[in-house]
């Protein structure tokens, strides 16, 4: 028996009153016959005494009109409702969980990043937007035969610490080659970003390997720009904001594949093995040619749509988050400079590695709030009590409080390295550790908080790797300076982008 699955047994015995429970089952067939009763739906808590609940704005309605106007109409930030709503309240004064109702359905709220369940009871992650992911892993059930192969097609190299440090080197070379053609430039930070992160991924090699056509000119034209920028904030709205409008006409990432693959034909056969274009077409046993490339068809194309946007568009979010607080943190950036410029004497976790995390704890590129529902009952054992969730549960992960849990961070709100020092277990640490799928302490790679999610991002070793260099290239060999940023969160956007990126102009160090 696994350590989870006996610390599930263990808890499952905690008892629970027989008069909650019982009370409990009541509310529920209640709510069945009597769904549209206001008075009996507004006087049901659905795990009382184990769970706060939060009834919705008045007696009539429960949170989902007044989500819908919050998120949708008016743009906010999901997690922004969970705070001015009294949501997250409510489950900071009952332990950092309480359940409401959305649109009839029961939820449960969590503010902390510590696991709830095990990841066998819960959808795959991108359920409500199957029809945008195509064959994609992430569409797949936990037990479903393919999900490892395809997996292993990314965590083989990008999830592997000795891959990542191969690469090290040309990661370094193309950025600098990039870099040198923005000198003097003054370009709005988040297409710095973007573009920067897009022409290292297209170039080095045994990632992508898109030398012929980069993705650089996708994300400059007229007709892909908007899938090759828009595609994961759609598939955001659409599961962040319970808002299934969002994903209307983006059938253009197929079209888009097909091209991207054919413009680079001759660059994609001659890539290393750990390509992960070649990598798919193995698993698919298809040899790469034109009319294999012409003939997949389109739940194929969007698999691989997913891969190749989820290899740039994240990470360029990241980035991006990391050089705003950067040039808003005079202090934090005098130091990068100097270790970017005279190296570090830390081994494991350096100062720029830390900056990394730090920006992904308080900015980073996932929504600041994500759900699953369950597919089956679980116990969820809470404060020294148990109660049994139902399926088709919401179960919500408010992931931008969650990573300004007081409890953990010494300056939640501020970007303090003090924060990733907070968390840190021994000098010994690194990206590989922190990363862990049994460490919780930042939320940014997992949707919700699941006992070692077999799902976390297999891309995120190479990503936040990625990250460190990049900013060591930039801050070691130019003069940095950047204007106009804003870092609250902006508005009708649901991957959290700062309100306003401002610009960046990098110059040649004088030697
Ligand atoms: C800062 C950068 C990134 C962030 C914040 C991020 C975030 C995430 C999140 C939140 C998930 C969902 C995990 C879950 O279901 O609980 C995920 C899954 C995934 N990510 Fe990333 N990701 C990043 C970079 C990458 C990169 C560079 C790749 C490379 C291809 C990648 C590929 C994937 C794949 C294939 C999955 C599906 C995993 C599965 O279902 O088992 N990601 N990522």
Known sequence: MTNSEQRENALTRTPIPLWLSLWAQVNRW????????WLFRYFSSPFPGVLAHHFG???FQDHGNAFRQATV??????SNYFRTSGISACADANGGICSFRLNGQIAIYQNRNTPLMSDKVLTPSTNPVTGLFGDFVGTLPNDHPLRPGKRAAVERSLGNLNFVARIEPAVRKHAVDYLKSTVSQEIALDDFALFLVAHVDSFVPGILDFTQTPLTTYLASTEYSRVTRDF????????GKVNPMAMSNFETIVPFVRQVLTDNFEALEAAPDSNLIRRHFALWERSLTIPEINNLDSAKLKELGSIIIATYETTSLSL???IAFLETSPTIKARVVTEARCGSNQEKLSLIDKVVLEALRLGGSNPTALWRCTTAPFVLHHQGRSVIIPQDT????DRRQANCDPLIFPNPNQFDLAN??????SNRENFNTILAGNRYDINSFSM???HGNPRKCPGRIFSVRMQSLLLSELYSRYEVSAQGIDLCLKHYKTMPRPAQPGTIVIKPLVE
């Open 420 to 425: 990733i020092d907070a968390i840190l277990k």
């Open 320 to 322: 991006l988050w990391a």
């Open 448 to 450: 919700i908080n699941s």
């Open 57 to 59: 704005p008045n007696l």
């Open 232 to 239: 994961i904030e759609i598939a955001s709205e659409a599961i």
């Open 394 to 397: 919401m179960m919500w992960l």
């Open 30 to 37: 209640g709510e069945r016959l009597l769904g549209t009763f």
């Open 73 to 78: 109409d008016r743009g906010e930030p999901t």
